[in-house]
C-alpha cells in the first residue's frame, strides 16, 4: 500500500537550516505530483509547495518562497524540502503528500515530521 | 488572494447530521476537497472533486457546492467521527486551505 514517511525534522536555532525528507513506496512515484504541508501547533494546514512529477514545474507559497526549496530523486523515490533562513513562524509538523497532477487532491499523506525553530 | 472560509466548530448530535460549509468566492465553479484530520494523526482525503468519495469512505460522507459555497455533509454522525475538517481548493496553480472546522459529536 501507499506510504509516506517524512524524517530529519529536528530543534534548529532561528537563521538556522534543515533538510527534511520523505521515503516514499508502494506508488509509481516518478508518476506523481509531490507536496509538502505543513501544521503549526494548534493551527489549521498550510500548504508550502509542490512540484510535478517529472521536477519541471515547482510551486511556493509566499511565505517560504526565497527561503525553501523542494526537490526530488525519482530513482530512490525520495521528496525533499530544503529550509534556510529559519523563522519561529515556521515552527510546525512538516506532511509530505502525493497527488495525480496540479489541480488533484492530495490523495495520501504521511505522518509528519516535527520541525522546531528556537533558540 | 482567494480565501476559504470555515465554521471554527460544528456540534452534532449523535445518529444526527452535520453540515460543514466552506464559503469562498464563486467556489461552485472550483472543485472542492475535502479532508479528515482526527487527534494525532495526518489527514485523510473523505471528499474529492466535490462529491466523490475515495474508496473506503463511508456514503454517510457526501458533498455540495454551488455558488460561494461548499458543504461537507455527515449523516448518522459517529463518536468516530469527531475530527477536524478541511476544505481545499485550487487557485492559480496555488493551493488554498480553509480554516479547519472542529466537529464535536454529542
Known amino acids: 500500500q501507499v506510504q509516506l514517511v517524512e524524517s530529519g525534522g529536528v530543534l534548529v536555532k532561528p537563521g538556522g537550516s534543515l533538510r527534511v525528507a520523505c521515503t516514499a513506496s508502494?506508488?509509481?512515484?516518478?508518476?506523481?505530483?509531490m507536496s509538502w504541508i505543513r501544521q503549526a501547533p494548534g493551527k489549521g494546514l498550510e500548504w508550502i509547495s509542490y512540484?510535478?512529477?517529472?521536477?519541471?514545474?515547482?510551486r511556493y507559497a509566499d511565505s517560504v518562497r526565497g527561503r525553501f526549496i523542494i526537490s526530488r530523486d525519482n530513482a530512490n523515490n525520495l521528496l525533499f524540502l530544503q529550509m534556510d533562513n529559519l523563522r519561529a513562524e515556521d515552527t510546525a509538523v512538516y506532511y509530505c503528500?502525493?497527488?495525480?497532477?496540479?489541480?488533484?487532491?492530495?490523495?495520501?499523506w504521511g505522518q509528519g515530521t516535527l520541525v522546531t525553530v528556537s533558540s | 488572494s482567494y480565501e476559504l472560509t470555515q465554521p471554527l466548530s460544528v456540534s452534532v448530535a449523535l445518529g444526527q447530521t452535520a453540515n460543514i460549509t466552506c464559503e469562498g468566492y464563486?467556489?461552485?465553479?472550483?472543485?472542492v476537497h475535502w479532508y479528515q484530520q482526527k487527534p494525532g494523526q495526518a489527514p485523510a482525503l473523505v471528499i474529492f472533486?466535490?462529491?466523490n468519495r475515495p474508496s473506503g469512505i463511508p456514503e454517510r460522507f457526501s458533498g455540495s457546492s454551488s455558488g460561494n459555497t461548499a458543504t461537507l455533509t455527515i449523516t448518522r454522525a459517529q463518536a468516530g467521527d469527531e475530527a477536524d475538517y478541511y476544505c481545499?481548493?485550487?487557485?492559480?496553480?496555488?493551493?488554498?486551505f480553509g480554516g479547519g472546522t472542529g466537529l464535536s459529536v454529542l
Open positions: 503528500a502525493s497527488l495525480g497532477g496540479s489541480y488533484h487532491p492530495f490523495d495520501s
Open positions: 508502494g506508488f509509481s512515484f516518478s508518476d506523481y505530483f
Open positions: 512540484m510535478s512529477a517529472s521536477g519541471a514545474t515547482k
Open positions: 464563486n467556489i461552485g465553479t472550483k472543485y
Open positions: 472533486r466535490d462529491n
Open positions: 481545499q481548493v485550487w487557485d492559480s496553480h496555488i493551493v488554498i
